[in-house]
């Protein structure tokens, strides 16, 4: 499989994802990335354990400077921008991020990305 795009654009993306995993999952906690490939696009999924997210807090997970628990937000460094930036990343990309609850109690995040060369947007 081969992801045409920007490299540096879609490391950044990675490390987002990887760090918001690791910050907001409790010691101990475990991630699993997993990737799949349908049709003519790329699926990436970063599911990670507990803690989870309501259904609402998960509708706002993409939102700039959206923090779901300010508390702890503050104490681990977090912005609220990561995952807006992760957004707009992958849009340059032509493709789609997905937020859903993890079947390891926490959060999951699916990027999709397409496997071929028509990238019409700059990136």
């Known amino acids: 499989m081969t992801v045409f795009g920007d490299p ?10 990887l760090e918001n995993s690791l910050r907001y999952t ?6 699993h990335i997993s990737a799949e490939q349908r049709d003519k696009s790329l699926f990436l999924t ?8 309501s259904d609402e807090q998960l ?3 993409f ?5 779901t ?3 702890r937000n503050r104490a681990s460094g977090g912005s609220g921008l990561g995952l807006a930036i ?3 990343i992958v ?25 071929d060369r028509d990238l019409q947007r700059e990136v």
């Open 86 to 88: 992760c957004v707009n």
């Open 46 to 53: 970063f599911a990670d354990s507990a803690p989870g997210v």
């Open 26 to 31: 409790d010691s101990g906690g475990g991630l």
């Open 91 to 115: 849009h340059a990309h032509n493709g789609h991020l997905h937020a859903a609850h993890s079947p390891f109690g926490g959060v999951s995040i699916t990027v999709e990305l397409p496997l």
């Open 59 to 61: 509708q706002k997970l």
């Open 63 to 67: 939102d700039r400077f959206y923090r």
């Open 69 to 71: 628990e300010v508390s």
């Open 8 to 17: 540096d654009r879609l490391m950044q993306l990675f490390n987002n994802l």
